[in-house]
């Protein structure tokens, strides 16, 4: 590790860059250089003592100042837009989950890092991210099997909102739950066909408007195409102050379990899984150890965008190869 | 992927070597040229019909017809002596697996592989191999955190050793077991600090030799210093046919599990675990996955010894970066 710190910019500051930032403070070979973001800089400084805050239109002014660039936008739209953008000037790391979108948004940031001699690790995080590397070590290892990826408990942030629309509904969540049975028979190495809605549930926590019929809510959710008709779904009506004191966190997590078999049907099973309180604090933490990769990457020599699949994890940690061969092989 | 399937030797064909053997019929990218042997090759062949056995003294002969060598000999004498003097004809993969001894022979390896432009891949398989990927992720992604190793339920061959040298045993086998209650403990997200005798049990099954005293050899059993005394260890007595039909797998596994924290003391779990029918079937799959490595890493330039941390995921597999991005991430 060399002297100098990796100086680090942030840009967005909703709960993932909130998230970056407690992140480097956890990673002493770090530095958080200023944040940028869409809004008035000056409003979000009242909030955060001892974080410079940038205007993203400001950020061409840390071109050579900054090693590395988290972005913390969504995927929907500004991602799309603003990683291609500051590829042209730092490297970046960014968690774009829009799994079918991935290879035209590579194509879109390799051209904007080849071109201006920068490197983009894109599509970091857990899933995309170390699911992904599970689910490719585990086909590489036992290509005679089959893989599931489970979701869950997490909160969805998709179906809340649509609970939500619904009338009479004064607020909601979400929970994705893993079918326990369905883990069960996989990890007894069975390998059955399964759909994503066979494989999870969908707890619903609901307050209702007062004086709201709460089965027609209940009906109206269990009935809705595409978010819950084709799912086991449950409703539970709680209060306000429930749903303020028990469903603010974002815990999330799942499994990705391969059943395979080598020789003659010898039964293999490979699983890795997640636990996870905070969402968007993990996945700052794994965006973190990947701007570390893309720091040293770039100092070697390489450029344009690259996976999960592209970096050795030698790189994501901060100590030495020597090191991790004594002490973590 | 290119039309010339990888060219590969097997050196030593106990149970790895076949499971080598067994691995390669999965991958129709690779093709098995020949089966190095210390032993008399004409034996060899009279049992595994359309292999070539050659004499390991007979290796030289094959300098630039095999692409990678996948060796299959023990770390206690054989890897420490092969790996050096054939990395310095061959791209090598071996499961070297005596953790405190990886520096020096990472050295030795390094400078037979360097000084002769070839490439080689130590310490591959689970523990090392898989398991040290996890520790190594983890560790990284959660810096403040602790890690836990588990192992098992597996055969441990040392144990089983010791057990069948205890006068009036005919036979018997040792597996060792992870303790279900300190699992749970750690999943639960406690940190709790625990020797790996406190973390395992030890199951032995024992075939007592006719006449001979059974609570006598159960208390040389749990008394054997080194072995069993600082474990709780169970001996069941078992008939020679009990021995041969249950007890003649090679199953194992384990878990690797960190529980970190982010934030503000978020609880954050990250769990990698394996459950094998086949010990060897699977170690020889996860060498062979290196194997196709350890070839695109030698045909792009790179030279001398490598490990699991250096070698990034896509390599490992068939697949081309583009398939990969689009299929699995």
């Known amino acids: 590790m060399s002297n100098q710190k990796i100086q ?33 800089p000056s409003e979000l400084a009242a909030g955060a003592e001892g974080i410079r805050f940038e205007s993203i239109t400001n950020a061409e002014a840390y071109k050579g100042k900054i090693d590395v660039m988290i972005l913390c936008g969504g995927s929907a739209t500004d991602l799309p837009e603003q990683t291609p953008f500051l590829a042209s000037m730092f490297n970046t790391v960014d968690s774009f989950d829009t799994h079918a979108k991935i290879p035209e948004f590579f194509e879109a940031v390799d051209r904007a ?20 590397l599970n689910r490719l070590l585990a086909e590489a290892i036992l290509p005679e099997g089959k893989d599931y990826t489970f979701w869950g408990k997490g909160v969805s942030q998709g179906h809340s909102d649509a609970i939500r629309r619904v009338p009479g509904v004064k607020g909601g969540v979400q929970y994705t739950v893993p079918v326990q049975s369905v883990i069960d028979r996989i990890r007894s190495g069975e390998t059955p066909e399964f759909t994503t809605r066979e494989k999870h549930l969908r707890e619903c926590y609901v307050v209702a408007e007062e004086g709201a019929d709460e089965e027609q809510i209940r009906q109206t959710i269990v009935n809705m195409p595409n978010y819950f008709s084709d799912y086991d779904t449950t409703v539970t009506f709680i209060t306000e102050e429930q749903l303020k004191s028990e469903h603010q966190g974002m815990p999330h997590g799942g499994f990705v379990i391969r059943s395979g078999v080598t020789g003659q049907g010898t039964k293999q099973l490979i699983e890795f899984g997640l636990k996870l309180e905070s969402n968007p604090e993990f996945t700052a933490s794994v965006l973190v150890a990947y701007a570390r ?26 100590k030495s190869a020597e090191e991790l061969r004594r002490e973590l092989l």
Do not use: C
């Open 113 to 132: 890092a080849s071109e201006n001699g920068t490197l983009s690790v894109i599509s970091t995080g857990w899933d995309p991210g170390l699911f992904s």
């Open 8 to 40: 680090i910019g942030i840009v967005g500051y909703g709960n993932l860059g909130k998230g970056v930032h407690k992140a480097i403070a956890q990673n002493s070979d770090m530095e958080l250089v200023a944040v940028f973001t869409r809004r008035e």
């Open 293 to 318: 990769a893309a720091h040293r990457l770039s100092a070697s020599g390489q450029t344009g965008a690259k996976t999960v699949f592209d970096i050795p994890f030698g790189l994501l940690s901060p």
